[in-house]
Antibody, heavy 120, light 110 residues
Framework: QVQLQQSGPGLVKPSQTLSFTCAISGDSVSNNSATWNWIRQSPSRGLEWLGKTNYRSKWYNNYAVSVKSRITINADTSKNQLFLQLNSVTPEDTAVYYC??????????WGQGTLVTVSS | QSALTQPASVSGSPGQSITISCTGTSSDVGSYNYVSWYHQHPGKAPKLMIYEVSNRPSGVSNRFSGSKSANTASLTISGLQAEDEADYYCSSYTSSGTVVFGGGTKLTVL
């Protein structure tokens, strides 16, 4: 049974970097039929897809235009973990952040979600 | 990429059927059969209910069905039950290789 366990800070100061980890069990982050996503949700922006990574002989990433200049998604195959970094955060980045496994863009499995607040 | 358009709220009585629409463009919903639907209860992560327009994952009730016409996808819930009360979201693959979500619809079971 595949499970996604998220970890990350609950509070980040403006202009700092937000970092999240998604620990994957029951599957491999480098599984060449899986795609791994980061999604966030806030009352003002609803559900917002941030980006994805997958391994097809090499790593491929794709990011939402809204965060493309500030986001990095990568993975550590030795730890079987997925990471999200979002730079130069503002209060607008306050949201619940989810990692999710997708198949043909359908998010078949979600992490538990982690609320992060951007505030000084 | 603009969010897909969903009605803010719909309601129905137990046993009735309701339909939630999800309108996109020819760059997303209209061009790909990669439309998904999710429901979300308060404080929980979304759960996949429909994928690739009309397919149900294992374990999802056959009261849930999906369809698509041109740039609009639809989710129909028949035989409405109290536990169906939740927020519903659609999503679609886009021509940019990204994913876009709808703004969400709050379903109230009267």
């Amino acid at each position: 049974q595949v499970q996604l366990q998220q970890s990350g800070p609950g509070l980040v100061k403006p202009s700092q970097t937000l970092s999240f980890t998604c620990a994957i069990s029951g599957d491999s982050v480098s599984n060449n039929s899986a795609t791994w996503n980061w999604i966030r949700q806030s009352p003002s922006r609803g559900l917002e897809w941030l980006g994805k990574t997958n391994y097809r002989s090499k790593w491929y990433n794709n990011y939402a235009v809204s965060v493309k200049s500030r986001i990095t998604i990568n993975a550590d195959t030795s730890k079987n973990q997925l990471f999200l970094q979002l730079n130069s955060v503002t209060p607008e980045d306050t949201a619940v952040y989810y990692c999710a496994r997708s198949v043909n863009t359908a998010m078949v499995l979600w992490g538990q979600g982690t609320l992060v607040t951007v505030s000084s | 990429q603009s969010a897909l358009t969903q009605p803010a709220s719909v309601s129905g009585s137990p046993g009735q059927s309701i339909t939630i629409s999800c309108t996109g463009t020819s760059s997303d919903v209209g061009s790909y059969n990669y439309v998904s639907w999710y429901h979300q209860h308060p404080g929980k992560a979304p759960k996949l209910m429909i994928y690739e327009v009309s397919n149900r994952p294992s374990g999802v009730s056959n009261r849930f069905s999906g369809s698509k016409s041109a740039n609009t996808a639809s989710l129909t819930i028949s035989g409405l039950q109290a536990e169906d009360e939740a927020d519903y979201y659609c999503s679609s693959y886009t021509s940019s290789g990204t994913v876009v979500f709808g703004g969400g619809t709050k379903l109230t079971v009267l």
